[in-house]
T-cell receptor, first 112, second 116 residues
Framework: GENVEQHPSTLSVQEGDSAVIKCTYS??????FPWYKQELGKRPQLIID?????GEKKDQRIAVTLNKTAKHFSLHITETQPEDSAVYFC???????????FGKGTRLSVIA | GAVVSQHPSRVICKSGTSVKIECRSL??????MFWYRQFPKQSLMLMAT?????????EQGVEKDKFLINHASLTLSTLTVTSAHPEDSSFYIC????????????FGEGSRLTVL
């Protein structure tokens, strides 16, 4: 089955700097790659996703890149703000009505 | 998107008792519901998949007799933790593909279970 690896497990950045989180996946059939932000005690919140027919997607300060050949995808947050502090999860699935497999998460701390 | 309502948000119970968690789809018919478990400071791990009108399929290592899943209607799926023990204390969260069939999942609010 699918295996998703996520790095780093913790990340501290100064406010205004960029943050990058990387994930790799094992199943070449996976074609849907979302990123979630989770605050303590809350459900995961979808912040951006990308599909295998696209190499990059951007939404304001957030961008995701996908390298299908290497089976890795990355989350980029620019101009970080303290409210970006949370745990971020990458995930992968083969799409349709199939479950997501999650990475282990990255705890991002943005220091003011 | 799809709206999934999950209750209770928090529950504390004594060891040996059973707890039922409900997930309701409010604006669509949820044919499929995925149940995840998240221990403190860990990731979301798939426990089981339920499909309306059929038996749930469980992931390896998840006891089907301990975690009873019922998906008797298109708007309600339940997870019952039977004979709960302290090691079952966790954050349980349901999710469904909704009607988009795009791979995106819609999550319930989650239920924090504490077993004393």
């Amino acid at each position: 089955g699918e295996n998703v690896e996520q790095h780093p497990s913790t990340l501290s950045v100064q406010e205004g700097d960029s943050a990058v989180i990387k994930c790799t996946y094992s199943d070449s059939a996976s074609n849907y790659f979302p990123w979630y932000k989770q605050e303590l005690g809350k459900r995961p919140q979808l912040i951006i996703d990308i599909r295998s027919n696209v190499g990059e997607k951007k939404d304001q300060r957030i961008a995701v890149t996908l390298n299908k050949t290497a089976k890795h995808f990355s989350l980029h947050i620019t101009e970080t703000q303290p409210e970006d502090s949370a745990v971020y999860f990458c995930a992968a699935s083969i799409g349709g009505n199939t479950p997501l497999v999650f990475g282990k998460g990255t705890r991002l701390s943005v220091i003011a | 998107g799809a709206v999934v309502s999950q209750h209770p948000s928090r529950v504390i119970c004594k060891s040996g008792t059973s707890v039922k968690i409900e997930c309701r789809s409010l604006d669509f018919q949820a044919t499929t519901m995925f149940w995840y478990r998240q221990f403190p400071k860990q990731s979301l791990m798939l426990m089981a998949t339920s499909n309306e009108g059929s038996k749930a399929t469980y992931e390896q290592g998840v006891e089907k007799d301990k975690f009873l899943i019922n998906h008797a209607s298109l708007t309600l799926s339940t997870l019952t933790v039977t004979s709960a023990h302290p090691e079952d204390s966790s954050f349980y969260i349901c999710s469904t593909p909704g009607q988009t069939n795009t791979g995106e999942l819609f999550f319930g609010e989650g239920s924090r279970l504490t077993v004393l």
